[in-house]
């Protein structure tokens, strides 16, 4: 059975910065591209960075300031998240997808809320 566990959501004041985790089990994880997607209130759920071929992607919003990363030995991906804004606030997902196919998995979501 396949889990995705994320960690390292809560609340941090505009210019802080966090950093999410997404610990897969049940999966062989260097097969699988990975990504992070985000979703406000009111709004579709968009992705913000992604690992597809081992070309890395960023939404225009958070170039600059969020990475990506993984660690295929822990089977773990990160999400490290600097200079946070108020519009950053969303519930941030991490998926994988089995490279070539249409397979895919999501944690539960993690909220990040960023506010003084």
């Known amino acids: 059975q396949v889990h995705l566990v994320e960690s390292g959501g809560g609340l941090v004041q505009p210019g802080g910065s966090l950093r999410l985790s997404c610990a897969a089990s049940?999966?062989?994880?260097?097969?699988?591209?990975i990504g992070w997607y985000r979703q406000a209130p009111g709004k579709q759920r968009e992705l913000v960075a992604a690992i597809t071929s081992g070309s890395t992607n960023y939404a225009d919003s958070v170039k600059g300031r969020f990475t990506i990363s993984r660690d295929n030995a822990k089977n773990t991906m990160y999400l490290q998240m600097n200079s946070l804004k108020p519009e950053d606030t969303a519930v941030y997902s991490c998926?994988?997808?089995?490279?070539?196919?249409?397979?895919?998995?999501w944690g539960q979501g993690t909220q990040v809320t960023v506010s003084s």
């Open positions: 049940g999966i062989i994880f260097r097969f699988y591209d």
């Open positions: 998926n994988v997808r089995r490279v070539g196919t249409i397979v895919d998995y």
